[in-house]
């Protein structure tokens, strides 16, 4: 079990998005004042937040601690509210689910004698700590990334999630745009995860969006961990005909990359870096569609410090900024880059959800005729 502990800063960032804190001193030395002056008013104190955040802790989702992983990327967000607020920080990347849960009832356990303590954490084990933990330890906050925490549950836990009905808009954009035979294949585990169901729509509207006569043709491999099957999963799409593979951010997703690049045909990664977390897929890479899970815990917290209420479960977007393409790995057309930057343009001052698809515009419609 990896651990790491982060400096407390004695200072306090403002959390407005747009402000900054300037200090200066006089570099002479101040004469005395005279003795008919009154005393002079003491600096007045940084008033607090409504909701102090004293300590920060991430425990990762277990196996997670590679870069560009969702819990390596929570981290991030973490340390980045530490650092605004002042707070202290530490994160576990468990290698079990026992070690999961201790790490999560210790964070929840070392309370600070003044201020709040903020857990983050992820995934289903993950949800599961946080909804045991939480009844015993009301006064702190649980952060779990990609779970939808029902209302029954303790007034504590929060979930972050993302639509991946507009990730998949955007990853359906771009493979439509690369597919040289117009066909994108989408690699998943099973039909019935809802994840996956999510993804899917988004492809085919995205798809449709760049041409109309593209298609999407998903292959469930059976497991959400097998990386064997998503390689079969491949080898069945590309010989119909597939001429990009789409894949899910687990293990039967990161085989069904690597074998895409064994195939030499493009992939577009699902949620998370592709580029940090399989090197070995970069030469085949196109782009990874991001859910910026640094974004969403650190404006989880800093936002529950300035007092806002956190949603019981908050929703990622792209107008929120939760889900974004990362950058091209390899060449792309202007015409396709340009479009995208529309399609985008489009989702942010649009319906929360493409349907069926954004307003055209003349970008876009370009590169529908690529």
Same mark, same amino acid.
């Given at each position: 079990m990896k651990t790491a502990h982060g400096p407390r800063f004695g200072f306090l960032i403002s959390l407005a998005a747009a402000a900054s804190l300037a200090w200066g001193c006089n570099p002479t030395t101040p004469t005395a004042a005279p003795a008919t002056t009154a005393a002079a008013t003491p600096l007045s104190t940084p008033t607090p937040p409504p909701n102090p955040v004293a300590t920060i802790a991430l425990a990762g989702a277990v196996g997670e601690s590679q870069p560009g992983s969702r819990s390596a990327?929570?981290?991030?967000?973490?340390?980045?509210?530490?650092?605004?607020?002042?707070?202290? /920080? /530490?994160?576990?990347?468990?290698?079990?689910?026992?070690?999961l849960y201790a790490a999560v009832t210790a964070a929840a356990s070392a309370e600070a004698p003044v201020g709040v303590t903020v857990v983050v954490t992820a995934g289903p084990e993950g949800a599961q700590a946080a909804l045991a933990v939480a009844p015993q330890r009301p006064s702190t906050l649980f952060l779990v990334l990609d779970q939808v925490i029902p209302d029954s549950a303790p007034a504590n836990v929060h979930g972050l999630v993302f639509d991946d009905v507009e990730a998949g808009y955007l990853a359906g954009y771009v493979a439509a745009g690369v597919s040289p035979t117009g066909n994108v294949g989408f690699v998943a585990g099973l039909a019935s995860d809802l994840a996956a169901a999510g993804y899917l729509a988004g492809l085919q509207n995205g798809a449709r969006q760049l041409s109309s006569?593209?298609?999407? /043709?998903?292959?469930?491999?059976?497991?959400?961990?097998?990386?064997?099957?998503?390689?079969?999963?491949?080898?069945?799409?590309?010989?119909?005909?597939?001429?990009?593979?789409?894949?899910?951010p687990d293990l039967t997703g990161y085989g069904a990359m690597r074998q895409a690049c064994a195939h030499e045909v493009p992939v577009v990664a699902l949620a998370t870096e592709a580029a940090l977390l399989l090197p070995d897929v970069r030469s085949c890479l196109v782009l990874s569609i991001l859910r910026r899970y640094d974004l969403a815990v650190r404006d989880a917290i800093t936002g529950y410090a300035s007092g806002r209420?956190?949603?019981?479960?908050?929703?990622?977007?792209?107008?929120?900024?939760?889900?974004?393409?990362?950058p091209f790995a390899r060449h792309a057309s202007p015409e396709l880059a340009n479009g995208l930057q529309d399609v985008l343009a489009a989702m942010r001052a649009g319906p929360p959800r493409p349907a069926p698809t954004p307003a055209e515009s003349p970008a876009s419609a370009a590169s529908s005729s690529t």
């Amino acid at each position: 079990m990896k651990t790491a502990h982060g400096p407390r800063f004695g200072f306090l960032i403002s959390l407005a998005a747009a402000a900054s804190l300037a200090w200066g001193c006089n570099p002479t030395t101040p004469t005395a004042a005279p003795a008919t002056t009154a005393a002079a008013t003491p600096l007045s104190t940084p008033t607090p937040p409504p909701n102090p955040v004293a300590t920060i802790a991430l425990a990762g989702a277990v196996g997670e601690s590679q870069p560009g992983s969702r819990s390596a990327l929570a981290w991030q967000g973490a340390q980045q509210a530490a650092e605004i607020l002042g707070a202290a /920080s /530490s994160h576990v990347y468990p290698v079990t689910a026992a070690e999961l849960y201790a790490a999560v009832t210790a964070a929840a356990s070392a309370e600070a004698p003044v201020g709040v303590t903020v857990v983050v954490t992820a995934g289903p084990e993950g949800a599961q700590a946080a909804l045991a933990v939480a009844p015993q330890r009301p006064s702190t906050l649980f952060l779990v990334l990609d779970q939808v925490i029902p209302d029954s549950a303790p007034a504590n836990v929060h979930g972050l999630v993302f639509d991946d009905v507009e990730a998949g808009y955007l990853a359906g954009y771009v493979a439509a745009g690369v597919s040289p035979t117009g066909n994108v294949g989408f690699v998943a585990g099973l039909a019935s995860d809802l994840a996956a169901a999510g993804y899917l729509a988004g492809l085919q509207n995205g798809a449709r969006q760049l041409s109309s006569t593209a298609t999407v /043709s998903p292959a469930y491999a059976g497991a959400a961990q097998d990386p064997q099957k998503g390689r079969a999963a491949v080898d069945g799409l590309v010989a119909a005909g597939a001429g990009v593979i789409v894949a899910m951010p687990d293990l039967t997703g990161y085989g069904a990359m690597r074998q895409a690049c064994a195939h030499e045909v493009p992939v577009v990664a699902l949620a998370t870096e592709a580029a940090l977390l399989l090197p070995d897929v970069r030469s085949c890479l196109v782009l990874s569609i991001l859910r910026r899970y640094d974004l969403a815990v650190r404006d989880a917290i800093t936002g529950y410090a300035s007092g806002r209420p956190v949603p019981r479960v908050a929703v990622g977007t792209v107008a929120s900024g939760g889900i974004q393409p990362g950058p091209f790995a390899r060449h792309a057309s202007p015409e396709l880059a340009n479009g995208l930057q529309d399609v985008l343009a489009a989702m942010r001052a649009g319906p929360p959800r493409p349907a069926p698809t954004p307003a055209e515009s003349p970008a876009s419609a370009a590169s529908s005729s690529t």
